[in-house]
Protein backbone atom coordinates (compact mmCIF):
# COMPACT_ATOMS: atom_id res chain seq x y z
CA UNK A 1 0.00 0.00 0.00
CA UNK A 2 1.07 3.84 -0.82
CA UNK A 3 -0.09 6.34 0.88
CA UNK A 4 -0.99 9.33 -1.66
CA UNK A 5 -3.06 12.65 -2.12
CA UNK A 6 -5.75 13.04 -4.71
CA UNK A 7 -8.66 15.38 -5.82
CA UNK A 8 -11.38 13.43 -5.27
CA UNK A 9 -15.22 14.15 -6.53
CA UNK A 10 -17.57 13.43 -3.96
CA UNK A 11 -20.35 15.77 -4.90
CA UNK A 12 -21.83 16.80 -8.21
CA UNK A 13 -20.51 20.19 -9.45
CA UNK A 14 -17.87 19.62 -6.83
CA UNK A 15 -15.32 21.10 -5.70
CA UNK A 16 -12.72 18.43 -5.78
CA UNK A 17 -11.23 18.02 -1.99
CA UNK A 18 -7.66 16.56 -1.57
CA UNK A 19 -7.51 14.25 0.62
CA UNK A 20 -5.07 11.40 1.49
CA UNK A 21 -5.71 8.07 0.14
CA UNK A 22 -4.11 4.47 -0.22
CA UNK A 23 -3.55 2.68 -3.10
CA UNK A 24 -2.42 -0.49 -3.80
CA UNK A 25 -0.65 -1.92 -7.02
CA UNK A 26 1.22 -1.71 -8.26
CA UNK A 27 0.89 -5.29 -10.61
CA UNK A 28 2.68 -7.18 -12.66
CA UNK A 29 1.50 -5.46 -15.69
CA UNK A 30 1.09 -2.32 -14.00
CA UNK A 31 3.12 1.08 -13.45
CA UNK A 32 3.68 3.48 -10.75
CA UNK A 33 3.87 6.90 -11.99
CA UNK A 34 4.21 9.85 -9.81
CA UNK A 35 2.37 12.67 -11.41
CA UNK A 36 3.92 15.79 -12.01
CA UNK A 37 1.40 17.38 -14.34
CA UNK A 38 -1.88 16.75 -15.44
CA UNK A 39 -4.13 18.70 -18.25
CA UNK A 40 -7.57 19.29 -17.65
CA UNK A 41 -9.73 18.22 -20.17
CA UNK A 42 -13.56 18.91 -20.96
CA UNK A 43 -14.57 15.62 -20.15
CA UNK A 44 -13.24 16.16 -16.63
CA UNK A 45 -15.18 19.31 -16.59
CA UNK A 46 -18.43 17.39 -17.41
CA UNK A 47 -17.91 14.18 -15.20
CA UNK A 48 -17.50 16.90 -12.45
CA UNK A 49 -21.17 18.69 -13.63
CA UNK A 50 -23.05 15.27 -14.49
CA UNK A 51 -21.22 12.48 -12.14
CA UNK A 52 -23.92 10.23 -10.75
CA UNK A 53 -23.54 9.47 -7.15
CA UNK A 54 -24.57 5.77 -7.40
CA UNK A 55 -21.11 5.43 -9.11
CA UNK A 56 -19.26 6.56 -5.49
CA UNK A 57 -16.74 8.88 -5.23
CA UNK A 58 -14.24 9.34 -7.82
CA UNK A 59 -10.87 10.21 -9.03
CA UNK A 60 -10.69 12.21 -12.49
CA UNK A 61 -7.34 13.24 -14.35
CA UNK A 62 -6.48 11.15 -17.75
CA UNK A 63 -3.88 13.80 -18.92
CA UNK A 64 -1.04 12.57 -17.05
CA UNK A 65 2.36 12.81 -17.33
CA UNK A 66 5.48 12.04 -14.55
CA UNK A 67 8.24 9.43 -13.55
CA UNK A 68 7.64 5.63 -13.42
CA UNK A 69 8.75 5.28 -9.92
CA UNK A 70 8.09 1.00 -9.82
CA UNK A 71 7.08 -1.25 -12.22
CA UNK A 72 5.39 -4.59 -12.16
CA UNK A 73 7.57 -8.02 -12.85
CA UNK A 74 6.04 -8.51 -16.36
CA UNK A 75 6.71 -4.92 -17.76
CA UNK A 76 9.60 -4.52 -19.71
CA UNK A 77 9.41 -1.27 -21.74
CA UNK A 78 9.97 1.27 -19.07
CA UNK A 79 11.79 1.19 -15.46
CA UNK A 80 12.23 3.56 -12.52
CA UNK A 81 13.38 7.07 -13.22
CA UNK A 82 11.80 6.95 -16.76
CA UNK A 83 9.57 9.82 -17.56
CA UNK A 84 5.91 9.13 -19.10
CA UNK A 85 3.00 10.89 -20.70
CA UNK A 86 -0.03 8.47 -20.02
CA UNK A 87 -3.32 8.46 -22.45
CA UNK A 88 -6.18 6.17 -22.66
CA UNK A 89 -6.23 2.28 -21.67
CA UNK A 90 -7.24 -0.46 -24.30
CA UNK A 91 -7.51 -3.99 -22.97
CA UNK A 92 -4.71 -5.16 -25.43
CA UNK A 93 -6.23 -8.65 -26.06
CA UNK A 94 -9.55 -7.74 -28.21
CA UNK A 95 -8.90 -8.31 -32.02
CA UNK A 96 -9.21 -4.29 -32.55
CA UNK A 97 -6.23 -4.18 -30.03
CA UNK A 98 -4.10 -7.00 -31.94
CA UNK A 99 -4.49 -5.26 -35.11
CA UNK A 100 -2.89 -2.03 -33.76
CA UNK A 101 -6.22 -0.35 -33.60
CA UNK A 102 -6.06 0.33 -29.60
CA UNK A 103 -8.74 3.43 -30.08
CA UNK A 104 -11.87 1.15 -31.19
CA UNK A 105 -10.91 -1.25 -28.34
CA UNK A 106 -13.87 -3.68 -27.74
CA UNK A 107 -13.88 -2.93 -24.05
CA UNK A 108 -12.78 0.83 -24.61
CA UNK A 109 -15.98 2.25 -22.80
CA UNK A 110 -15.24 -0.47 -19.52
CA UNK A 111 -11.34 0.58 -19.35
CA UNK A 112 -11.52 4.29 -19.79
CA UNK A 113 -14.54 5.32 -17.63
CA UNK A 114 -15.19 2.08 -15.40
CA UNK A 115 -13.34 3.58 -12.53
CA UNK A 116 -12.09 0.27 -12.12
CA UNK A 117 -9.35 -2.44 -13.50
CA UNK A 118 -10.89 -4.51 -16.61
CA UNK A 119 -11.01 -7.39 -13.79
CA UNK A 120 -13.49 -5.06 -11.93
CA UNK A 121 -10.80 -4.70 -8.58
CA UNK A 122 -10.04 -1.34 -7.81
CA UNK A 123 -6.62 -0.01 -6.46
CA UNK A 124 -8.76 2.33 -4.12
CA UNK A 125 -11.14 0.17 -2.59
CA UNK A 126 -9.57 0.75 0.93
CA UNK A 127 -11.39 4.16 0.61
CA UNK A 128 -14.55 3.72 -0.81
CA UNK A 129 -13.20 5.65 -4.02
CA UNK A 130 -12.73 4.92 -7.29
CA UNK A 131 -9.57 5.09 -9.70
CA UNK A 132 -8.48 3.95 -12.89
CA UNK A 133 -10.32 7.06 -14.97
CA UNK A 134 -8.65 6.51 -18.46
CA UNK A 135 -6.66 3.65 -17.05
CA UNK A 136 -4.54 6.67 -14.51
CA UNK A 137 -6.81 9.24 -12.22
CA UNK A 138 -3.93 11.45 -12.98
CA UNK A 139 -5.73 14.60 -10.43
CA UNK A 140 -3.48 12.25 -7.60
CA UNK A 141 0.27 12.49 -6.84
CA UNK A 142 0.54 9.35 -7.93
CA UNK A 143 -1.48 7.05 -10.67
CA UNK A 144 -1.57 3.41 -11.70
CA UNK A 145 -0.98 2.73 -15.75
CA UNK A 146 0.27 0.17 -17.87
CA UNK A 147 2.61 -0.48 -20.55
CA UNK A 148 -0.62 0.05 -23.33
CA UNK A 149 -1.33 3.81 -22.24
CA UNK A 150 1.92 5.24 -21.43
CA UNK A 151 4.63 6.24 -23.82
CA UNK A 152 8.37 7.27 -22.59
CA UNK A 153 9.61 10.38 -23.27
CA UNK A 154 13.47 12.06 -23.26
CA UNK A 155 14.00 13.51 -19.88
CA UNK A 156 15.07 17.04 -21.13
CA UNK A 157 11.41 17.59 -21.92
CA UNK A 158 9.19 19.21 -19.73
CA UNK A 159 6.33 17.25 -18.71
CA UNK A 160 4.43 20.24 -17.49
CA UNK A 161 4.28 21.29 -21.28
CA UNK A 162 3.61 17.43 -22.25
CA UNK A 163 1.01 16.52 -19.97
CA UNK A 164 -2.11 17.03 -22.61
CA UNK A 165 0.04 15.35 -25.61
CA UNK A 166 -2.10 12.38 -24.01
CA UNK A 167 -5.64 13.49 -24.51
CA UNK A 168 -6.61 17.01 -26.59
CA UNK A 169 -3.72 17.51 -27.91
CA UNK A 170 -3.40 14.05 -30.00
CA UNK A 171 -7.58 14.14 -30.68
CA UNK A 172 -6.92 17.28 -32.55
CA UNK A 173 -3.49 16.41 -35.14
CA UNK A 174 -4.69 12.58 -34.76
CA UNK A 175 -8.24 13.29 -36.66
CA UNK A 176 -6.45 15.30 -39.46
CA UNK A 177 -3.15 12.94 -39.89
CA UNK A 178 -4.68 9.84 -38.92
CA UNK A 179 -8.72 9.91 -39.00
CA UNK A 180 -8.38 11.94 -41.78
CA UNK A 181 -5.54 11.73 -43.58
CA UNK A 182 -5.33 15.25 -44.96
CA UNK A 183 -2.76 15.54 -47.80
CA UNK A 184 -0.52 18.49 -48.70
CA UNK A 185 -2.86 21.15 -51.03
CA UNK A 186 -6.15 20.10 -49.41
CA UNK A 187 -8.25 22.70 -47.71
CA UNK A 188 -9.27 22.75 -44.16
CA UNK A 189 -11.52 24.78 -41.70
CA UNK A 190 -11.39 24.03 -38.14
CA UNK A 191 -14.31 25.01 -36.17
CA UNK A 192 -13.44 26.12 -32.93
CA UNK A 193 -9.52 27.21 -31.97
CA UNK A 194 -9.50 25.83 -28.80
CA UNK A 195 -6.57 23.21 -27.38
CA UNK A 196 -8.21 20.74 -29.90
CA UNK A 197 -8.56 22.66 -32.71
CA UNK A 198 -5.07 24.43 -32.42
CA UNK A 199 -3.65 20.72 -32.51
CA UNK A 200 -5.45 20.61 -35.38
CA UNK A 201 -4.49 23.91 -37.34
CA UNK A 202 -0.55 22.39 -36.12
CA UNK A 203 -1.00 19.28 -37.68
CA UNK A 204 -3.07 20.82 -40.86
CA UNK A 205 -0.09 22.62 -41.59
CA UNK A 206 2.85 20.15 -40.84
CA UNK A 207 1.12 17.88 -43.71
CA UNK A 208 1.13 20.65 -45.99
CA UNK A 209 -2.90 21.65 -45.85
CA UNK A 210 -3.71 24.75 -47.74
CA UNK A 211 -5.31 27.15 -46.74
CA UNK A 212 -6.26 26.50 -43.42
CA UNK A 213 -9.11 28.29 -41.98
CA UNK A 214 -9.65 28.36 -38.33
CA UNK A 215 -12.78 29.65 -37.18
CA UNK A 216 -13.69 30.78 -33.27
CA UNK A 217 -15.80 34.16 -31.41
CA UNK A 218 -12.83 34.78 -29.19
CA UNK A 219 -10.32 36.97 -31.25
CA UNK A 220 -7.40 35.73 -28.71
CA UNK A 221 -7.54 32.20 -29.57
CA UNK A 222 -7.86 33.36 -33.38
CA UNK A 223 -4.90 34.91 -32.90
CA UNK A 224 -2.97 32.07 -31.78
CA UNK A 225 -4.49 29.76 -34.87
CA UNK A 226 -2.31 32.23 -37.04
CA UNK A 227 0.48 32.18 -34.99
CA UNK A 228 0.39 28.43 -35.10
CA UNK A 229 -0.25 27.09 -38.45
CA UNK A 230 -4.02 28.73 -39.90
CA UNK A 231 -3.46 31.06 -42.99
CA UNK A 232 -7.13 32.34 -42.57
CA UNK A 233 -9.11 32.89 -39.53
CA UNK A 234 -12.81 34.11 -39.40
CA UNK A 235 -14.50 35.52 -36.29
CA UNK A 236 -17.61 33.39 -35.75
CA UNK A 237 -19.34 36.87 -34.36
CA UNK A 238 -20.19 38.04 -37.80
CA UNK A 239 -22.40 35.04 -38.40
CA UNK A 240 -20.87 35.42 -42.26
CA UNK A 241 -18.96 31.64 -41.87
CA UNK A 242 -19.93 29.84 -44.69
CA UNK A 243 -20.11 33.04 -47.22
CA UNK A 244 -16.37 33.90 -46.03
CA UNK A 245 -15.27 30.27 -46.14
CA UNK A 246 -16.22 30.77 -50.06
CA UNK A 247 -14.64 33.73 -50.64
CA UNK A 248 -11.41 32.04 -49.52
CA UNK A 249 -11.27 29.17 -51.03
CA UNK A 250 -13.38 30.48 -54.81
CA UNK A 251 -15.62 27.01 -53.37
CA UNK A 252 -15.88 25.30 -50.06
CA UNK A 253 -13.47 23.17 -48.14
CA UNK A 254 -12.29 19.51 -48.54
CA UNK A 255 -12.41 18.74 -44.82
CA UNK A 256 -14.11 20.15 -41.57
CA UNK A 257 -12.83 19.63 -38.32
CA UNK A 258 -15.80 20.67 -35.74
CA UNK A 259 -14.70 20.61 -32.10
CA UNK A 260 -17.55 23.59 -30.63
CA UNK A 261 -20.70 21.06 -29.73
CA UNK A 262 -22.37 24.13 -31.47
CA UNK A 263 -25.47 22.09 -33.69
CA UNK A 264 -25.49 25.14 -36.16
CA UNK A 265 -21.93 24.72 -36.19
CA UNK A 266 -22.62 21.40 -37.37
CA UNK A 267 -24.69 22.07 -39.68
CA UNK A 268 -22.38 24.49 -41.95
CA UNK A 269 -19.67 22.71 -41.32
CA UNK A 270 -21.41 20.28 -43.77
CA UNK A 271 -22.76 22.70 -45.70
CA UNK A 272 -18.94 24.24 -46.55
CA UNK A 273 -17.85 20.79 -47.84
CA UNK A 274 -16.61 20.28 -51.59
CA UNK A 275 -18.57 17.66 -53.21
CA UNK A 276 -16.42 14.12 -51.89
CA UNK A 277 -15.42 16.52 -48.62
CA UNK A 278 -15.62 15.14 -45.56
CA UNK A 279 -16.29 16.54 -41.72
CA UNK A 280 -15.11 15.17 -38.64
CA UNK A 281 -16.99 15.48 -35.46
CA UNK A 282 -15.31 15.29 -32.24
CA UNK A 283 -18.30 16.49 -29.75
CA UNK A 284 -21.78 14.86 -30.46
CA UNK A 285 -24.20 14.04 -32.95
CA UNK A 286 -25.04 16.85 -35.42
CA UNK A 287 -28.75 15.05 -36.44
CA UNK A 288 -27.93 16.68 -40.02
CA UNK A 289 -27.96 14.35 -43.02
CA UNK A 290 -25.14 14.65 -45.01
CA UNK A 291 -25.87 15.52 -49.10
CA UNK A 292 -24.77 12.91 -51.73
CA UNK A 293 -21.29 12.43 -52.33
CA UNK A 294 -19.89 14.31 -48.73
CA UNK A 295 -19.28 12.06 -45.60
CA UNK A 296 -18.89 12.32 -41.97
CA UNK A 297 -16.15 10.00 -39.89
CA UNK A 298 -18.64 10.14 -37.23
CA UNK A 299 -17.75 11.02 -33.83
CA UNK A 300 -14.39 10.74 -32.54
Known amino acids: MRKINAAVLRKRGGPLKIESLEMEGPRD ?13 HTDIDFCDYWDKADGPVVLGHEGAGVVEQVGNKVKSVRAGDHVVLSYQSCGR ?17 ANFGFARLDGS ?17 FATHGLATERNLVKVPKRLNLEILSPLGCGLQTGAGTVMNSLNVTKGASIAIFGTGAVGLAAAMAARIVGASPIIGVDIRPKRLKLALELGATHVIDNRCNKVASLIADITGSGVDYVVETTANQEMHGIAIDVLNPQGTVALLTGESGSALPEGRRTIGII
Open 29 to 41: DEVLVRIVASGIC
Open 94 to 110: CGQCRSGHPTDCEHFYE
Open 122 to 138: NALHRNGVHGHFFGQSS
